[in-house]
Each structure stands twice: as structure tokens, then as C-alpha cells.
Nanobody, 128 residues
Framework: QVQLVESGGGSVQAGGSLRLSCAASEFTGRRHCMGWFRQAPGKEREGVASIYTGLTTYYVDSVKGRFTISLGNDESTLYLQMDSLKPEDTAMYYC??????????????????????WGQGTQVTVSS
């Protein structure tokens, strides 16, 4: 059974950095799509970044140049390095995995319905 467990969230001041991790069991990112989503209170869940077969990456415009998604050498740990954080980045962040290649075709349009497995989320709070 696939399980995703996020860690690394916390509170940081604007301009700071955080690194989120997602440990996946029974799933290898080298074959499929993995992604990071976020949801702020009162807002819809938003796709932030995705990675296809551990190599090709996509980002939503609002985080491009500030966030970096990567797959660990074990092929089952997903990372999100977040730099130059802004208060508007405050949200619950979720790791997701899908046994498909949809992210390769949708690119920067990161859709939650393309992912089957989800973590429980980790909170990121950025203060001004």
C-alpha cells in the first residue's frame, strides 16, 4: 500500500527558506509523476510543482525561480526546496504521487485529479 509522509514544514520569516520532504513507501518516483500541492485557508488546493520520472520538472508561475522540486537518490523521497519565501506562500503543503505520465503532458498545469496518493500535509507559515 502506497503511503506518503511529509515533513519539514514550520514557521519562517519572509525571505527565509524551508525544505520539505516526502517519504514514499511502495512507490518509486523514477517511473511516474510526483508533485507538491498547497492549500491556504478558504482557497482551493493549488499545484505548485511536479516532477516526471525524477528528471523533468514543472512549476506554477508564482513559485518559479524560488522553489525547486527534486527526487532523492533512493527514488522514493521527494523534496521541495523553498527559498525567498513570501507571506502568500503560507499554506498546508501536500505531497502527491500518480502512477501515470499525465504531468509530462500537462506541464505547468498541475492538476490534483491526476494524482492518486496523497500525504497528510505539513504546515508552512511565512510571516512578514
Amino acid at each position: 500500500q502506497v503511503q506518503l509522509v511529509e515533513s519539514g514544514g514550520g514557521s519562517v520569516q519572509a525571505g527565509g527558506s524551508l525544505r520539505l520532504s516526502c517519504a514514499a513507501s511502495e512507490f518509486t518516483g523514477r517511473r511516474h509523476c510526483m508533485g507538491w500541492f498547497r492549500q491556504a485557508p478558504g482557497k482551493e488546493r493549488e499545484g505548485v510543482a511536479s516532477i516526471y520520472t525524477g528528471l523533468t520538472t514543472y512549476y506554477v508561475d508564482s513559485v518559479k525561480g524560488r522553489f525547486t522540486i527534486s527526487l532523492g537518490n533512493d527514488e522514493s523521497t521527494l523534496y521541495l526546496q523553498m527559498d525567498s519565501l513570501k507571506p502568500e506562500d503560507t499554506a498546508m503543503y501536500y505531497c502527491a504521487a500518480g502512477e501515470n505520465d499525465y504531468c509530462f503532458y500537462t506541464k505547468a498545469t498541475i492538476r490534483s485529479d491526476h494524482y492518486t496518493y496523497w500525504g497528510q500535509g505539513t504546515q508552512v507559515t511565512v510571516s512578514s
